[in-house]
């Protein structure tokens, strides 16, 4: 698992392109210029429901600091996947979209949920985090103290 981590820290993120449910798009090149933290999770996994309205608290405290969220769901359907982030709006105060049959997941290497894949405003990959605890860890707390300067 190592491997994967730090071959992915050395990265620039993969071409992509994804709807959010408003309607916005994104894709590799609109990524550029500012920080994003990408997270892919899907509607049954247990840790997603717990980290997602940790994230919700998190991006809603901390908008001063110039990190662009973005939710991917993936590995479930469309209407599992819109209805759960319909269900919670206090939660879902990022923008949010749907991988379609993986393509975004499979570009980034997915393979487990929730995964926070971290991209600094060159569209490097700084980070990538599988499961809990992102906002926790050590290094996601250096990155941001880095963005605030």
């Known amino acids: 698992a190592n491997m994967a981590v730090s071959e992915a820290a050395e990265s620039t993120i993969p071409s992509f392109e994804l709807v959010t449910f408003g309607g916005e798009a994104y894709s590799d090149k609109s990524l550029q210029g500012q920080p994003t933290l990408l997270v892919f999770w899907a509607p049954w996994c247990n ?5 997602l309205p940790l994230l919700g608290q998190f991006y809603r ?13 993936f590995a479930d359907t469309r209407t599992n ?11 879902f105060v990022f923008p949010t979209a ?4 993986r393509w975004v997941a499979n570009a980034f290497k997915i393979n487990a949920t929730p995964t926070y894949v971290l991209v600094d405003a060159r569209g490097n990959i700084v980070l990538v985090h599988r499961g809990g605890g992102l906002l926790e ?3 996601f707390r250096e990155f941001l103290s880095t963005l605030n300067g």
């Open 98 to 101: 749907y991988d379609e049959d």
């Open 61 to 73: 405290q901390s908008k001063p600091v110039q990190l662009r969220v973005l939710s991917i769901g």
């Open 81 to 91: 996947v819109e209805a759960f982030v319909k269900a919670r709006p206090g939660v």
């Open 47 to 51: 840790v997603c429901q717990r980290e």
């Open 137 to 139: 860890s050590v290094q």
